[in-house]
């Protein structure tokens, strides 16, 4: 989440320079630099594309949320409920 965060405001960054980079870095050599490596294992992962990524088109929190519902079991959700009323 927090390397998507960071690309993200990479891509919306005042400067053109890191606007230029961050794009480049995810667009064309996404398997040769750490960001892009990064957005194409978050966007294999949470099911999102790179070119929805890119716009801004996606949202984390909502990606997040769904990624925890799939792969929670039921049991583990009674144990963050009771962690959760105990707080």
Do not use: W
């Amino acid at each position: 989440m927090r390397s998507l965060s960071f690309v993200a405001k990479g891509l919306h960054h005042e400067s053109a320079l890191i606007r230029f980079i961050t794009y480049h870095s995810i667009i064309f050599v996404a398997g040769v630099s750490v960001m892009g490596m990064n957005v194409t294992f978050c966007s294999a992962r949470y099911n999102f594309t790179t070119s929805d990524f890119t716009p801004g088109v996606v949202n984390m929190n909502r990606l997040i949320q769904q990624y925890c519902r799939r792969v929670m079991s039921e049991s583990c959700e009674r144990l963050c409920q009771f962690i959760l009323d105990l707080i």
